[in-house]
């Protein structure tokens, strides 16, 4: 297995080993004595799958503490655009983001610790979108950030994505009070 640290300290693009040959290929997605080598020990207590038209917005979401999740995302079948914005407000790069090109092409991996809001634009067609969390989901703790928030200056590569009506609403980041 590979990893990137990416320029906002505390995310990792992960590239685990593939195994490949003319029947297709295998790969763990998680080993956790491996990975906690990596991220220090992490315990995941949630598994979610999502499935998005090329087009699809999701986020800038996160929970707020004591609900806060990390996340390892990753992209089963087609490619996503994935975005996470800084919200650690001691951070040296608060309200910055790091966009990955997540695909099943690349079998990458993003950890996404607590602290950060995250979005993903799908890029194909039944794009499969695959979490593990390290909290419960909680819908009372949860928050959505503007995904074209300007101050943000997220490139998202789209004008007009399909948006759930419940992200349309999010607030805007000079708004907002991070709790982390």
Known sequence: MEIEEKEIKGLIE?????????RGFFLETFNAPRYNEILRNIQFVQDNFSSSNK???RGLHFQNPPYSQGKLVQVITGSALDVAVDLRRNSETYGQHVKVLLSSEKRNQFWIPEGFAHGFLALEDNTIFSYKCTNYYNPQSEVTILWNDRNLKIDWQIDNPIISPKDK????????DTPF
Do not use: A, H, R
Not at 14 to 22: R, S
């Open 169 to 176: 609403e999010g607030v805007l980041f000079k708004d907002f």
């Open 14 to 22: 992960i590239f685990p080993k593939v195994f490949g040959d003319q």
């Open 55 to 57: 087009g699809v917005l």
